[in-house]
């Protein structure tokens, strides 16, 4: 298990949906383009933050956790 490959995985996926939002965002301008923002993208790039933020304790937990077994 390699949560820090997949911490930056998901870091980097999300980058890229927000960067193809962005550019959607370019030709899609009304009310709908907004409201999906904001009831899709801004809560899942908000979880993807805390997902992140949990990730990374989990990954140190589990670091220190090897180095106690050893």
């Known amino acids: 298990m390699n949560l820090t490959a997949d911490r930056m995985r998901l870091s980097s996926l999300t980058r890229a ?18 409201d999906f ?4 993208l801004m809560d899942l ?4 933050e805390n997902t992140v933020g949990t990730i990374e304790k ?10 106690d077994c050893e």
Do not use: G
């Not at 790039?45 to 993807?48: G, I, K, N, R, T």
């Open 17 to 34: 949906l927000r960067i193809q939002w962005d550019q959607t965002r370019d030709h899609w301008r009304d009310d709908q383009a907004l």
């Open 37 to 40: 923002e904001r009831t899709y």
């Open 45 to 48: 790039e908000a979880s993807v």
């Open 58 to 67: 989990l990954d140190a937990l589990l670091t220190q956790l090897r180095r």
